[in-house]
């Protein structure tokens, strides 16, 4: 049992590893340079989109998509206004980690909430009740990723849609919304 918690946790320390990578690459989406999968964007390259109706001081920068990753992961950047966050929802598909860059959140896990500042690291297994809340004053920064990739193309996807179509594109990309945001 020992030896599965280390794996679990060395496989965990590997993703986040890639993930502090990726960051220090600054924004990945569009390759600048390919070769047998590898790929390098330099800064500002990120495809960035405004958050949807009600969060629209929020942004995301998708900085490595599934089609880019052969499935294997995808992981955005999401600039975070003071006081939002999503509705509590789960990912029926996903596992989902997360890298407080900066600010002050509160996450909820299931029913537990927890204060997590700059340098905290969030693992969020599939189907797990999750949101999260900026309490600071100021924007706050957070490193996403999510395995296997796909659901961060949901941020693209839903520019500019309606309610309805916001939903179905929720299920397209296997989340579904279970309670309130944290007030």
Not at 57 to 66: R, V, Y
Not at 112 to 117: D, F, G, K, N
């Amino acid at each position: 049992m020992h030896t599965k918690v280390m794996k679990t946790r060395l496989g965990l320390l590997y993703l986040f590893a890639a993930a502090v990578v990726v960051l220090a690459l600054s924004s990945i989406s569009r390759p600048v340079f390919a070769a047998e999968g590898a790929f390098i964007v330099l800064p500002g390259e990120a495809s960035r989109y405004s958050g949807q109706q009600g969060r629209e001081g929020d942004f995301t920068e998708l900085l490595a998509t599934a089609d880019e990753t052969g499935g294997v992961l995808g992981i955005f950047r999401q600039t975070i206004a003071p006081k939002s966050g999503p509705p509590t929802h789960l990912h029926g598909m996903e596992a989902e980690f997360c890298y407080v860059v900066s600010g002050q959140f509160n996450f909820k896990l299931g029913e537990r909430i927890v204060s997590a500042p700059a340098g905290a690291f969030v693992f969020i297994p599939r189907v797990t009740p999750h949101t999260f809340q900026n309490i600071g004053t100021e924007p706050g920064v957070l490193l996403f990723g999510v395995t296997p990739g796909g659901f961060e193309k949901m941020f693209a996807e839903r520019q500019g849609v309606d309610a309805d179509t916001n939903q179905k594109l929720m299920a397209k990309h296997h989340m579904q919304v279970v309670g309130p945001p944290l007030r």
